[in-house]
């Protein structure tokens, strides 16, 4: 059974930076790696951690553009990788492994959104490739780093799956291409990533959460033009975010939070937002939020599970 979506009371919402969820706690010590650690959320997740005591890993597609990101962020070391390309999984992975290296968080946070249409690997779609599929693989190849007792997996979903549950009679968009069908597909396949992930690995210890980080302006929007953001009502005619988005340190908090609050511990799989457990959905106001029923399904979270396992090659839970 997935976790209840009930909120706890976390002390924290809307506002709390990255580094206000991390007062009092103690990373010295700890190893994380974030994907997409080097730009918008991804970047502020980076510095909180490491302000923190943690030491981050960074692994990246532009691997120049994150290295000159991360320059003056004490810390931290980035590495290639592609998650489009499961070679490029399976070569970064075996680089930690045969490293010895120990991983107590990660934080699956790298994507796209949008985009044109793309093929990648076997003609995949390139949101669920890259978005879903290329962690499912990571994950699960890292999964003899993972520290035994405590880590924690946290998948980076988004509001943006209220728009389209898993569509299994056409994951990879063959009868038709709509960009945002295929964002919202790939961030509900985020959500269910980590109910079945929690549900594997809560007997060893491991537990797994999502998070929606809020509506916040980042390069993630760089293929949705400003007319569409000003029509969608994200930013006004200036350019400027409308009421209720975040910025960039608030929309990290609630990763970060998820990755290193003991509140947590005993609510694993659990969807979140706002620094805290998301409750269930009642409108379809994404910047309401919430979590709809697709998106926490175990039924649902377990089939997806088995599929990637079939598409990858990679299962190391089972």
């Not at 389209?164 to 295929?182: E, Q, V």
């Not at 961030?187 to 809560?202: C, I, Q, R």
Request: with cysteine; hydrophobic share 40%.
């Amino acid at each position: 059974m997935t976790a209840k979506q009930q909120k706890i009371g976390s002390g924290f919402g809307a506002q709390s930076t990255a580094e206000e969820v991390l007062t009092g706690i103690d990373l010295s010590g700890r190893t994380a790696l974030v994907t997409g650690g080097y730009s918008g959320l991804g970047l502020e997740t980076t510095r909180a951690l490491t302000r923190a005591g943690a030491y981050v890993i960074v692994p990246a597609r532009r691997r120049a553009a994150a290295e000159e990101a991360l320059g003056e962020v004490p810390g931290t070391e980035v590495h290639e990788l592609d998650l489009a390309d499961l070679e490029s999984v399976r070569v970064f992975s075996e680089r930690i492994l045969e490293a010895g290296r120990t991983l107590d968080v990660v934080i699956a946070g790298a994507g796209i959104m949008a985009c044109p249409e793309t093929r990648v690997g076997p003609g995949w779609e390139a949101h669920f490739a890259t978005n879903h599929l290329g962690h499912f693989a990571l994950v699960n190849r890292l999964r003899p780093a993972l520290t035994p007792g405590r880590a924690r997996v946290v998948s980076v979903a988004s509001s943006g799956h209220f728009l389209s549950p898993i569509r299994w009679d056409d994951l990879h968009s063959r009868t038709g291409y709509d960009g945002w069908l295929a964002y919202a597909q790939s961030k509900t396949a985020n959500a269910l990533f980590a109910v079945h992930l929690d549900a594997l690995g809560a007997g060893d210890g491991l537990r797994a959460f999502a998070v929606h980080p809020g509506s916040i302006l980042t390069p993630l929007q760089r293929h949705v033009p400003r007319a569409e953001q000003i029509a969608q009502g994200w930013i006004d005619a200036e350019g400027r975010p409308v009421a209720g988005f975040k910025t960039p340190v608030q929309g990290a908090a609630t990763a970060v939070w998820a990755a290193t609050s003991p509140l947590l511990d005993a609510h694993g799989g659990a969807y979140c937002q706002d620094c805290d457990i998301a409750e269930p959905a009642t409108t379809d106001d994404m910047l309401i939020g919430g979590v709809k029923p697709w998106a926490v399904d175990p039924g649902e979270a377990a089939r997806l599970w088995d599929l990637s396992g079939e598409l990858t090659g990679v299962d190391a839970f089972r």
